[in-house]
């Protein structure tokens, strides 16, 4: 048993910086356990905020948003563990925090079905033309009682749906598919556990054959290296004219430019987007110009529940590291290599 001195010593609470107010739920648990500080506004601190908060603190609580880099880790030579409140980590540079001994949690799990309801939200947003039908009745366009061409959209019932990106968030989207009667074609580098493929009637397939054969188009990989503009013109020229692009996972999988080339001179149906390569996306973004594209904020996890339980996660993940255990979502398992749990504490 090795000794914790923030156990033993009850006077010495770690220091949290937190990024921004989280719900309540994850809150309130933070600011019994530790010695918190939390940037009051709705935006995020600047990083030089984030650098000057960072000189004094055990550990940092972020959101996507908040750029966590070299140059952080420079500036906090007490700062141990990195809590951020998303699955998606690709603003934290882990390698670097790794090497330094610094680890690094995420909120995986509790938000898959709320995200995967929300790329269901955008699938069939697009394809019925919700959005669109809004406005026409909102403005007035709406003169005429009905009309057998008004507002045409695609079905969904019985069409193909190709998921790149078959981990938890993907499958959940595919699970859903099976009541819309839908062929399921997935790729990934690693194949979904036979006994879900069975259940699910997927196959997998390459990404050109899945580009050309689908009739949406879902991503649900996370951003890295390989995944960076994955979607790309070569991409969205196989796939066919009335087919749609769905993405909630992270903006820069899809190269904008190609994408608005694509639905301007019709190669694609449409798209709709929950994340863009710039958040918030500029105005004069010309994809929001474009009638056939659903967008939306980044808002897939964004349910009352699911919110507060992520918040929970990283207060439970903070708690567990400060008592000396390995925090139950480390994305970084080789950080324990460098600075073991016995040597923190
Ligand atoms: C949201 O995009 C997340 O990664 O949780």
Request: aromatic share 8%; glycine share 4%; hydrophobic share 45%.
């Amino acid at each position: 048993m090795f000794c914790n001195r923030y156990l033993v010593n009850w006077m010495a609470k770690p220091k949290v910086y937190v990024t921004r107010e989280l719900p309540e739920r994850g809150m309130k648990i933070i600011r019994e356990r530790f010695e918190a500080e939390v940037w009051p506004e709705y935006g995020p601190p600047p990083k030089e905020t984030i650098i000057e908060k960072a000189r004094d603190v055990d550990a940092l609580v972020t959101l996507l948003s908040d750029k966590i880099d070299a140059e952080v880790f420079d500036a906090a030579p007490k700062l141990k563990i990195v809590a951020q409140m998303a699955v998606g980590f690709d603003n934290i540079d882990v390698g670097e925090a790794t090497k330094r001994g610094i680890y690094v949690t995420n909120t995986p799990g509790v938000l898959t079905e709320t995200t995967a309801d929300f790329a269901w939200a955008l699938l069939m947003a697009v394809a019925r033309r919700v959005v669109e039908a809004d406005r026409y009745v909102r403005t007035g366009q709406w003169k005429v009682s009905w009309h057998p061409s008004m507002l045409l959209g695609r079905d969904v019932y019985d069409a193909t749906l190709g998921i790149v990106g078959a981990g938890r968030i993907g499958t959940a989207v595919a699970r859903r598919a099976k009541g819309f009667n839908m062929k399921i074609l997935y790729y990934d580098v690693v194949p979904m556990p036979p006994e879900i493929e069975k259940e699910l009637d997927a196959k997998r397939v390459d990404l050109d054959t899945l580009f050309k054969e689908s009739d949406f188009v879902s991503i649900h990989v996370p951003l890295i290296k390989e995944t960076y503009h994955l979607v790309n013109e070569e991409k969205l020229r196989l796939m066919k004219k009335t087919a749609y692009l769905i993405n909630n996972s992270r903006g820069p999988v899809v190269d904008e430019k190609a994408l608005y080339k694509a639905l301007k001179e019709g190669w694609i149906a449409g798209a709709a987007l929950d994340v863009f390569e710039q958040e918030p996306t500029p105005m004069d973004n010309p994809l929001l110009r474009l009638d056939n594209v659903v967008v939306a904020p980044h808002i897939s996890s964004a349910s009352h529940e699911t919110r507060s339980r992520m918040a929970e996660m990283v207060a439970e993940n903070l708690v567990a590291f400060f008592e000396g255990k390995q925090p139950p979502n480390l994305v970084n398992p080789d950080v324990l290599k460098v600075r073991p749990l016995s040597r923190l504490f």
